[in-house]
């Protein structure tokens, strides 16, 4: 089993920065990969970003490319998403999810690839 907790999110005016966290803890030592998704009310779970870990190999959702940057601190056992000249369409919750070498190869940009999940961030982004 692997916890996942995210925290940092909150309200912030267009053009602003946030920096989400997702501590880790259990048996993280077979991971494939990290990832962050997000769900606004009404719509799909949508991808954000993910990070290979064994590669540090980093892929983004092109409505967050150049703004956002998923990073590691391995010591922490902690991913980050770093989010910068955020707009309010970024406004969600946002989810951090563990994908586990498990023999199937992942993508890392489905949710499906993603066997545990954290409870969620909101982040509201003001006009």
């Known amino acids: 089993q692997v916890q996942l907790v995210e925290s940092g999110g909150g309200l912030v005016q267009a053009g602003g920065s946030l920096r989400l966290s997702c501590a880790a803890s259990?048996?993280?030592?077979?991971?494939?990969?990290m990832g962050w998704f997000r769900q606004a009310p009404g719509k799909v779970r949508e991808f954000v970003a993910a990070l290979r870990w064994s590669t540090s190999f980093r892929m983004y959702a092109d409505s967050v490319k150049g703004r956002f940057a998923i990073s590691r601190d391995s010591a922490k056992n902690t991913v980050y998403l770093q989010m910068n000249s955020l707009k309010p369409e970024d406004t969600a919750v946002y989810y951090c999810?563990?994908?586990?070498?498990?023999?199937?190869?992942?993508?890392?940009?489905?949710?499906?690839?993603?066997?545990?999940w954290g409870q969620g961030t909101q982040v509201t982004v003001s006009s």
């Open positions: 999810a563990a994908a586990i070498v498990d023999g199937v190869s992942h993508s890392l940009s489905a949710a499906s690839d993603y066997r545990y």
């Open positions: 259990g048996r993280t030592f077979n991971r494939d990969g």
